[in-house]
Structure formats: C-alpha cells, structure tokens
T-cell receptor, first 114, second 113 residues
Framework: AQSVTQLDSQVPVFEEAPVELRCNYSSSVSVYLFWYVQYPNQGLQLLLKYLSGSTLVESINGFEAEFNKSQTSFHLRKPSVHISDTAEYFCAVFKGTSYGKLTFGQGTILTVHP | EAGVAQSPRYKIIEKRQSVAFWCNPISGHATLYWYQQILGQGPKLLIQFQNNGVVDDSQLPKDRFSAERLKGVDSTLKIQPAKLEDSAVYLC???????????FGPGTRLTVL
C-alpha cells in the first residue's frame, strides 16, 4: 500500500521569506506525484504535478517541487512567499495502475505573516 | 468552462438522521470521485465512478453510505443514519478519464450533532 507523509502540520513564515513544505511517500512501484492547494472555504486546486521527465516541476505562481526517487520525497518550495499564499497544501500520490485513486497526505497549513 | 458544482455547501443534522449531497461534474468528464475530508486530515476516497459504474468503493462504509451516478452525469451521496464521526467536508471531483487530472468542487461541510 502507498502512503504519503507531510512532515509539518503547520508552517508559519514572514512575507518574502523562503518556504519549504516537506512530503515523503512510500511505494514500491512508480508513482505520479501532486501538490494541491486549498484556500479557505474553497475546493482543492492542483498546484503542480510530476508525471515523468524532468524531476523539477514548477507552478505558474512561483512554487516548485523536486521529485527525489532515492529519498522518496517531493518537497514544495517557494523562494519568496506572499500573504496570498496562506492556505493548506496537500501532497498526493497515485500509482500508475490505480486508475486515478489519489492518496493524500495530512496537509500543511502555511500561514504567511506581514 | 464551468467547474464541479456541489450542493448544499453546509448541512447540520442530528445523529441518526439522513442526509444527501449532490454533485454535478464538469461536462464530458467520465470519472467522478467522492472524498471525505475530516478536520486535520487529507481527503480520503470514498467511491469512484467510471460513467455510471462503480470502479472503487473499498473505503465506503456500505452499512450507512450509498452513492449513485444515474446516466453517468450527476451523482448523489447519501448517509443513513448519520453518526457523529461523519462530520467532515465531502468533496466531489471529476476527471476526463481515469488517471487524468482531477478537478474538485467546493465541498459540502457536514456537521452531525
């Protein structure tokens, strides 16, 4: 069975500071990896994904994540955060054979302070 | 393009009552998912439909939960009778096909008193 662990439940940070949200997964087969963001009272939105190819993937709003197979990690980073990045972030994984079944981590609440 | 629609957005009921949630996926999407998100946890898949057939319902508590997707479009999720531990946000998602990107609705927040 696959599982996803987000190592930090809450991450407070000041505006314009860098941030890293950590995610580790366990799976014995190839996986696809995702980061979703959930703003207050809204549904989940896909932030970025790794399917194959380059291990570094980027989103349109400055976030990036790197797939590290040897460490089974997919950490999310941003060099300079904004107040508007305050949200809950979920790491998720599915195996290529699981026909779309996503397994989510517990979530990390990112709070950006002025 | 319209997104995934869900209703109601909020529902408060007493334990042992029944409740139903409705989801309208993005037009043309064959796959529909219902997730349960308990406070402090990530979403957990309850049931997955491919058109109007069930693909995976391994984590659906079938003694009290039921779901259907008539005509392969809209879907309803029902809880009968509700328990306190069913308090959660119920998320509906859809994708063009299995394995494609999932688009989520805003969710229904259920409180069971």
């Amino acid at each position: 069975a696959q599982s996803v662990t987000q190592l930090d439940s809450q991450v407070p940070v000041f505006e314009e500071a860098p941030v890293e949200l950590r995610c580790n997964y366990s799976s014995s087969v190839s996986v696809y990896l995702f980061w979703y963001v959930q703003y207050p009272n809204q549904g989940l939105q896909l932030l970025l994904k790794y399917l194959s190819g380059s291990t570094l993937v980027e989103s349109i709003n400055g976030f990036e994540a790197e797939f590290n197979k040897s460490q089974t990690s997919f950490h999310l980073r941003k060099p300079s955060v904004h107040i508007s990045d305050t949200a809950e972030y979920f790491c998720a994984v599915f195996k290529g054979t699981s026909y779309g079944k996503l397994t989510f981590g517990q979530g990390t609440i990112l709070t950006v302070h002025p | 393009e319209a997104g995934v629609a869900q209703s109601p957005r909020y529902k408060i009921i007493e334990k042992r009552q029944s409740v139903a949630f409705w989801c309208n996926p993005i037009s043309g999407h064959a796959t529909l998912y219902w997730y349960q998100q308990i406070l402090g946890q990530g979403p957990k898949l309850l049931i997955q439909f491919q058109n109007n057939g069930v693909v995976d319902d391994s984590q659906l508590p079938k003694d009290r939960f039921s779901a259907e997707r008539l005509k392969g479009v809209d879907s309803t999720l029902k809880i009968q009778p509700a328990k306190l531990e069913d308090s959660a946000v119920y998320l509906c998602a859809s994708s063009l096909d299995r394995g494609d990107e999932q688009f989520f609705g805003p969710g229904t927040r259920l409180t069971v008193l």
